[in-house]
T-cell receptor, first 115, second 112 residues
């Protein structure tokens, strides 16, 4: 599995501002991507997903952008609120080799929203 | 509709003992997944069950095992517990394999 350090990347934003959380994925053959939000003491909560045949998908206050050329995924949160404070994980469906079928999670980014 | 439920919420064991963790998926979901999340780390894939069969396992030793029952609930067993097995164990289920997983709140396993 992936090796992750103890210190998560942190993004600190002011309430009301837009947030952009970035993620680099590992495999060009991945065809499905998903973002999760994890609050302290809880399991990850689904935010939004996107397939590789799309570049952009919008949800309520969130937008996911996919750049397959550079294997980059981003999550944009509009008008960030204190309740958005959490750790955000991206995941890819890495359908290859020994990882066939399961979601591979990124390292996570901690979002802190200042009131 | 009930979400994914896991039990127990917390489990304390000593080194060498065995732990059993349980998971009930969302009604109608046949795929169940287990992930390990050590403190401050990301989610590491452990096991995937679908229709009662183990479909894939992550890079974990054989003392991590499990099963899925006819009602699609699942059990994760960890034998010969080691201190580094202390982690949050998350179960998830999905309607379509490996898409839009819904997670439970996890079982916090502490090995002393």
């Amino acid at each position: 599995g992936e090796s992750v350090g103890l210190h998560l990347p942190t993004l600190s934003v002011q309430e009301g501002d837009n947030s952009i959380i970035n993620c680099a994925y590992s495999n060009s053959a991945s065809d499905y991507f998903i973002w999760y939000k994890q609050e302290s003491g809880k399991g990850p909560q689904f935010i939004i997903d996107i397939r590789s045949n799309m570049d952009k998908r919008q949800g309520q206050r969130v937008t996911v952008l996919l750049n397959k050329t550079v294997k980059h995924l981003s999550l944009q949160i509009a008008a960030t609120q204190p309740g958005d404070s959490a750790v955000y994980f991206c995941a890819e469906n890495a359908n290859y080799g020994g990882s066939q079928g399961n979601l591979i999670f990124g390292k996570g980014t901690k979002l802190s929203v200042k009131p | 509709e009930a979400g994914v439920t896991q039990s127990p919420t917390h489990l304390i064991k000593t080194r060498g003992q065995q732990a059993t963790l349980r998971c009930s998926p969302i009604s109608g979901h046949t795929s169940v997944y287990w992930y390990q999340q050590a403190l401050g780390l990301g989610l590491q894939f452990l096991l995937w069950y679908d229709e009662g069969e183990e479909r894939n396992r992550g890079n974990f030793p054989p003392r991590f095992s499990g099963r899925q029952f006819p009602n699609y609930s699942s059990e994760l067993n960890v034998n010969a517990l080691e201190l580094e097995d202390s982690a949050l164990y998350l179960c998830a289920s999905s309607l379509v394999s490996n898409e839009k997983l819904f997670f439970g709140s996890g079982t916090q396993l502490s090995v002393l």
